[in-house]
């Protein structure tokens, strides 16, 4: 009788699961299918092929991916970039334009899935929030600005982003007021939806209802432009054909859209990890996300990205598994297969405001305004990024934007300073010296700490300060408290045993405490500071487990009060 309760107990959870993954999946294609027309649009491509994105998208990571939620497929954050970037090589819209963003849509899961294979999850770490925040405000401005012509019913711009914006200042008198009227209706009408009922696809419901409209009014295509029938051909499963000097050409392209998705796709891993207290697989997940730009790329499609909005639409719509993104890829085939008649009278202007409503989301105003009021410096950074990835050729713009963030991260590095330790009154507790503090110090010893990695990059600033710490009056010995230093390279390991060579020099005992990393003990040994030390191979001789063994074994003696409380000598 008990087990018989179990089974139907787990065969009910079961239906139960099925269900809810099969509801998430229809809301998940309502939500997608305006997403990926429109994006196909961006990208200069037919509405089908952003199905037919998305279907690779979905079957790919639900092959390999782990996280249960992740919507993968076309996404609009990186369509700005390679699109630019391909229409200097081909016209947009032709044969060997098509093929080529097929090509690196197919490089581009080749990378994310060495990723995932070689656990470079780390990568995705390059990008800093200042600089990512940059980075999507000025893909948020492309966006708008390649959809602006639609919105106000004129002709699709083209060139750098001060051309586009000549181009619709020179067009501003044939403006069409019926196609801004409903373009305005529809960015209104997701608005709303999404801010009072985000449960319902707020775009499907505007794209739909201006379709319909336009239908039933019979409306004229001149005073409200639609897309137009556009062909609808069911994918083969087949490698795009491309020249070496095709491939060579895409490479730095490839490599780009790879960092950028694999930020992307670690955030949303990370957000939505799928169940409360489950880690998420990062490595994996990209195994999964490359193997939809692979299958994308077979498909004849263009790259894919994994979602944050989609993956937070499956996660508030109940979905608990990939039969989710299966159920919206199985809806979106069955609409690019059967509903090319309903699809092609969509008012332009409609697919307009679903990405104006998607810039607006990635143009992250609350951050930007966080950023400027805790870090200044930061801010600038930020602005610096959004106005390159504006006003430069959209790979140019990227690229700088990662390096400034590499160059970020590398400056912040080099200001790490040595500090000056305390000991607690009556503890065994060193702590960085704060005048407003109580501690404790000895004559002529230091007690220091750099807290960072050390590196090429701090070598020469950590090596200076410990000869201008040894070069003090009547100092006798130096102790670094090296807790925090899990990693040493052989330039800082070279820098650190000069600095020692140098106290030694000057009549100044140096000692270190706490190195707790393994690696770091490794680094030492094998780069010759032990041996400037003085120390044997393990925790010995100049090197201890704690700065109180240190100085208890090389003699130092009474303490001296100092801080707010400084009353004198101390036992």
């Known amino acids: 009788m008990g087990n018989s309760r179990l089974v139907f107990g787990a065969l009910r959870g079961a239906a139960l699961t099925w269900r809810a993954d099969l509801l998430a999946g229809l809301t998940l294609a309502a939500i997608a299918a305006p997403e990926q027309m429109a994006t196909a649009r961006l990208g200069g491509f037919a509405p089908s092929i952003g199905f037919y994105a998305f279907i690779a998208g979905a079957l790919g990571f639900a092959l390999l991916g782990a996280n249960r939620q992740m919507s993968v497929g076309a996404d609009s954050t990186i369509t700005p970039i390679f699109a630019a970037s391909l229409a200097l090589i081909a016209p947009v819209g032709g044969p060997q334009y098509a093929a080529l963003a097929a090509l690196l849509a197919l490089l581009v899961g080749l990378f994310m899935s060495g990723a995932g294979l070689f656990r470079a999850g780390w990568v995705a770490n390059l990008l800093s929030t200042p600089v990512l925040t940059g980075f999507l405000a000025g893909i948020a401005v492309h966006i708008a600005l390649s959809q602006l012509p639609a919105l106000l019913g004129l002709p699709a711009g083209s060139g750098d982003t001060l051309q586009r914006v000549a181009q619709i200042a020179a067009q501003i008198g044939e403006i069409k007021a019926l196609a801004l009227s409903v373009g305005l209706v529809c960015l209104v009408s997701i608005l709303v939806i999404e801010t ?101 790329g077979l498909f004849g499609a263009f790259p894919v990205n994994a979602s944050p909005p989609r993956t937070a639409m499956v996660a508030a719509s109940g979905g608990k598994t990939q039969i989710s993104g299966l159920t919206a890829a199985l809806a979106l085939g069955l609409l690019a297969a059967f509903g090319e008649n309903f699809l092609s ?227």
Request: with cysteine; aromatic share 6%; hydrophobic share 50%.
């Open 196 to 296: 009072y009922a985000p449960r319902l696809p707020g775009a499907l419901l505007a794209v739909g209802g201006a379709t319909l409209g336009a239908l039933l009014l019979k409306v004229d295509p001149s005073a409200l432009p639609v897309i137009g029938a556009f062909p609808v051909e069911w994918p083969q499963l087949a490698a795009p054909e491309a020249s070496v000097e095709q491939v060579f050409k895409l490479v730095g392209l490839a490599v780009i859209l790879t960092l950028v998705i694999m930020v992307q796709s670690a955030a949303t891993s990370r957000a939505y990890p799928g169940s409360s207290g489950e880690e998420p697989d990062i490595n994996r997940d990209f195994l999964g996300v490359g193997a939809g730009g692979v299958l994308a």
């Open 345 to 571: 009278h969509a008012p332009e202007t409609s697919l307009a405001a679903t990405l104006l409503f998607v810039a607006g989301r990635i143009f992250r105003l609350g951050d930007m305004r966080d950023i400027c009021r805790r870090s200044r410096p930061e801010f600038l950074l930020m602005a610096i990024t959004t106005a390159a990835v504006v006003l430069l050729p959209v790979q140019t713009g990227v690229t700088l934007a990662i390096i400034l963030s590499l160059i970020h991260g590398a400056w912040a590095t080099t200001q790490t300073d040595l500090q000056t330790l305390e000991r607690l009154p009556g503890e065994t507790v060193w702590w960085p010296r704060n005048p407003l503090v109580e501690g404790e110090t000895l004559a002529g010893v230091a007690v220091v700490s750099f807290q960072a990695p050390l590196s090429f990059l701090n070598a020469d600033r950590c090596r200076l300060q410990l000869q201008r710490a040894a070069e003090q009056p009547q100092m006798r010995l130096i102790v670094l408290e090296a807790s925090a230093v899990v990693s040493i390279d052989y330039t800082a390991a070279r820098a650190l045993a000069a600095a020692i060579d140098h106290c030694h020099a000057r009549g100044c005992d140096f000692a270190i405490a706490r190195l707790e990393s393994v690696r770091a003990q490794a680094a030492m040994k094998t780069f010759g500071v032990l041996d400037a030390l003085g120390a044997t191979d393990s925790i010995g001789e100049r090197l201890f487990y704690s700065v109180d063994d240190a100085l208890r074994r090389l003699g130092a003696q009474a303490f001296v009060r100092t801080g707010a409380a400084a009353d004198g000598n101390v036992s």
